[in-house]
């Protein structure tokens, strides 16, 4: 799948919004990711789960297992380790540190590919990248459907990610589409 290919699948499934918005940070932006709702079909999960292990095996050797944080990075995980014939775990808040838990286990010495929907700063990509580490596996490759850093985000590990965007955010009082007169929306609420 080429950049525009996902692109136009994001934006017909509502998961990808082009306008004026109010982020949950309180930053203004002109585009709104919602990758649940790329993901709402499953042959779509699918199809980018597949795509994105085919760029993964393109920067990192066959992995023993993908895993992910969850909520967000779960059904991602799940494609990816479906199409390259491996297990799927995911990462879970405990505490605030993300944990394995409900029995999943990683082997010393297993190898993985970390996946998430989006990356922005890495945050959480870097918190599973731990996890896998700590418990003695190795991290092949990083991989996400988005990354909305521009490319920027380093993780340390070979990365990839269908589609790259370079996503500017202002402060309210900053926003050069306030200031044209638009009035920002909070998606997902009605008003
Ligand atoms: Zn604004």
């Known amino acids: 799948m080429t950049q525009d290919e996902v692109l136009s699948m994001f934006k017909q499934s509502g998961a990808l919004l082009e306008g004026h918005f109010v982020l949950t940070s309180g930053l203004h932006s002109d585009r709104y ?12 999960a699918a199809a980018l789960g597949a795509a994105l292990a ?3 095996r ?7 297992f ?3 944080p969850a909520l967000g990075g779960i059904l991602v995980a799940h494609e990816v380790a479906r199409a390259a014939g491996v297990r799927a775990l995911f990462a879970e808040r405990q505490d605030g540190a993300l944990t394995l838990r409900r029995g999943f286990r990683i082997r010393p010495g297993e190898k993985a590919f970390v996946v998430e929907d989006v ?4 945050g959480s990509t870097r918190e599973t990248m731990a ?8 991290v092949v490759a990083a991989g996400s459907l988005i990354d909305r ?6 993780l340390g590990v070979p990365r990839t990610a269908l589609a790259v965007l370079d996503v ?4 309210a009082e900053e926003c050069p589409l306030c200031k044209a007169g638009s009035r920002a929306i909070k998606p997902g609420s009605r008003s």
């Open 66 to 68: 993908v895993i992910a």
């Open 33 to 44: 990711l919602q990758c649940a709702l790329v993901l709402e079909r499953p042959e779509q």
């Open 119 to 122: 990356v922005t700063t890495g």
């Open 54 to 56: 085919a760029r993964l």
């Open 149 to 154: 850093s521009g490319g920027k985000t380093d």
């Open 58 to 64: 393109e920067i990192g050797e066959a992995p023993d």
């Open 131 to 138: 996890v896998v580490t700590g418990a003695g596996g190795i």
């Open 168 to 171: 500017p955010t202002y402060a």
